[in-house]
């Protein structure tokens, strides 16, 4: 059971914003779908949802064709930034309205989840904030009860206090029933512990699709003084340096060699997912 894309490709005009992408999310999983502005994330996120349509390519959920599939469609909901309701709607009554094409919406934990919050049910949606757009559509996310949540940047606006509670109703709704969620954000330090495989996208192309622990098991880092670093690294496979003044940390493949000459007053450590999304799509 899974959603599978075989080779989507999407344009817009002379920018090609998927190509050829060939991803799988299997169920009950929580994925972390990564890139830089621009890589294609939503637009994936978008075909997934049938809010816009591939050029080319398909893509499955559960084995059965997912595009203008009501019955695939149905498993699927997408967190964008997007609001989809009437602005004069309030949130109370969106609650109910999204039953209407989700039956098996949870109404009474969504309002729970509006006291914990904090969000007033009688506002409407033209009177929320940013961030009480995005936590109404979180509530929705974790209230549907469909095995795959997409979540789009899903804590834009969010303060910290809000951004902890949300991963930890995240977490727990997780446990108690798992189900798959993609969750793309720029915000990968918060949310490393939270993902188990990661998929990095880079200019419209799934570069890396692993577990998390896999990963980062890859490599290692190494920092210290700049001439020692340059000196250990040399003819090992690195992906980037970073230089403050003048010490260096190197992100490197392959397993730490600490007995070598090289190594003595070198500092070593374990591979960090944000440091190394960032030496995969720097270039």
């Not at 920018?15 to 994330?41: C, D, H, P, T, W």
């Amino acid at each position: 059971m899974a959603i599978q894309t075989d080779k989507i490709c999407k344009s817009f005009g002379n920018v090609q914003a998927l190509k050829g992408v060939s991803v799988s999310f299997e169920e009950n999983k929580i994925y972390g779908l990564l890139g830089r502005n621009g890589a294609g994330k939503s637009t994936l996120l978008n075909v997934l949802a049938n809010r816009m349509f591939a050029d080319s390519g398909s893509f499955t959920v559960d084995g059965e064709p997912g595009g203008e599939n009501d019955r695939a469609q149905s498993k699927l909901f997408l967190m964008s930034e997007q609001t989809l309701h009437p602005e004069g709607m309030r949130v109370g009554k969106a609650f109910q309205w999204t039953q209407a094409f989700y039956p098996s919406f949870d109404q009474g934990y969504a309002l729970r989840l509006a006291g914990e919050f904090q969000l007033d049910t009688h506002t409407k949606m033209s009177g929320l904030s940013t961030g009480y757009r995005s936590i109404f559509k979180l509530i929705l996310g974790l209230s549907v009860n469909v095995p795959y949540v997409l979540l789009d940047e899903p804590v834009l606006g969010l303060d910290a206090n809000h951004r902890e509670l949300f991963y930890r109703r995240l977490l727990e709704k997780y446990a108690e029933n798992p189900f798959t969620v993609v969750l793309s954000t720029h915000l990968i330090e918060e949310v490393a512990d939270l993902i188990e495989d990661v998929v990095i996208i880079k200019a419209g192309t799934v570069i890396r699709q692993e577990s998390r622990e896999s990963l980062l098991s890859q490599g290692y880092t190494v920092s210290g003084g700049a001439g020692a670093v340059e000196a250990y690294i040399q003819g090992r496979q690195v992906l980037g340096v970073d230089a403050l003044g003048g010490l260096r940390t190197a992100y490197v493949l392959g397993e730490a060699d600490k007995t070598a000459q090289s190594a003595k007053d070198l500092e070593f450590g374990a591979m960090d997912l944000q440091k190394l999304f960032i030496q995969l799509t720097n270039s």
